[in-house]
Every structure is written in structure tokens, then in C-alpha cells.
């Protein structure tokens, strides 16, 4: 699949990576799933993020839409409002599966996956805002932060952050 997604990044070193676990439980970062980049400082102005029809706002540890999402096309503010990163991993669910089914899952690895990746943004940093363009279809959706926490070191869904939603 492909995602699209903006972000506004000052210049700076930045390393983008994969922390999905292979069936084999090793990382895919570690078998090469990385890449260092630079980012240099803009010839012009930088311009703002695209216009957006609906927002997902993160907290410490919540999702929160602006409205219900609806099928069909969207852009999508993904913004962390809390004190901690996080992530928006969007995925929509097999038929009588939940976002539990998937995060168990996502702990085993085990049979099949409960659910088709849709997309998602990248773990971000405290006040972070991403854009996401996303194509929803009729169907029940599956939303995970699996962001380690800073104090126990937990994927965030542990702390209750996922949330699901349906698609009529």
C-alpha cells in the first residue's frame, strides 16, 4: 500500500524507520529498515500545511475526531495535544474483530492479522501536527497508538489509547 502524509520539519538530522516486528521478532530497523536524512533550511518561505476537513487530536491517551469520518476521501490534521508521543495507526477490521484483536495480535504475531493497514501517521513529538490523506471505505476502523510511554515503557494501547470507529 502507499500512505501520503505532510510534515513540517526544521532543519536539522532526522532518521526514518520501521519499529514493526517481523514474525521472526526482530525489528524491521534492524534488518535495514532505516534512513538518515538532512534537512536543510528553506530558499523560500516555508508554506503552512495543506487545508484539512477533518482533525484527530492525541492525548495522554485518547484519540479525539473533530467529527464522525465519513467514506470517502479525507485530509486529516493529526495533532498530539498531549505530553508524550504518539502515533495514529489506522487500520480497518476484519469482520467481528476489534482494535484488542489487532493489538493482541500485534503482540504475537501469531495466525493472520484482524485487520487491512489504512494508513496512519508517524510517532510524533508533543505539540506535532501531521497531514494524512485517506480513502475510507464502508467498514469498521481500528485506531492504535503504539508509541512506548516515557514512565514504564509500555506501547500506549496498554494505557487504553485505541479507539475504534464505523464507517456507514
Known amino acids: 500500500g502507499e500512505s501520503v502524509g505532510t510534515v513540517?520539519?526544521?532543519?536539522?538530522?532526522?532518521i526514518a524507520f520501521c519499529h514493526?516486528?517481523?514474525p521472526d521478532n526482530v525489528l524491521h530497523f534492524a534488518k535495514g529498515m532505516m534512513k538518515?536524512?538532512?534537512v536543510t533550511a528553506p530558499h523560500e518561505p516555508a508554506v503552512p500545511l495543506p487545508a484539512v476537513d477533518l482533525m484527530?487530536?492525541?492525548r495522554d491517551y485518547s484519540f479525539a475526531f473533530s467529527r464522525a469520518?465519513?467514506?470517502g476521501w479525507?485530509?486529516?490534521?493529526?495533532?498530539n495535544a498531549g505530553s508524550q508521543r504518539h502515533e495514529l495507526i489506522l487500520s480497518r477490521l476484519a469482520p467481528g474483530k476489534t482494535s484488542r484483536d489487532f493489538i493482541a495480535w500485534m503482540n504475537t504475531q501469531r495466525g493472520a492479522p484482524p485487520v487491512i493497514p489504512s494508513g496512519g501517521a508517524t510517532d510524533l513529538p508533543a505539540g506535532g501536527t501531521m497531514v494524512i490523506d485517506l480513502k475510507l471505505s464502508p467498514g469498521s476502523y481500528s485506531v492504535v497508538c503504539r508509541v512506548r510511554d516515557a514512565s514504564d515503557g509500555r506501547p500506549h494501547d496498554e494505557h487504553g489509547m485505541y479507539t475504534e470507529f464505523v464507517v456507514p
Open 8 to 14: 513540517l520539519l526544521t532543519p536539522g538530522s532526522y
Open 74 to 79: 479525507h485530509r486529516v490534521a493529526v495533532h
Open 69 to 71: 469520518p465519513t467514506r
Open 20 to 22: 514493526v516486528k517481523s
Open 56 to 58: 484527530v487530536i492525541l
Open 36 to 38: 538518515v536524512l538532512t
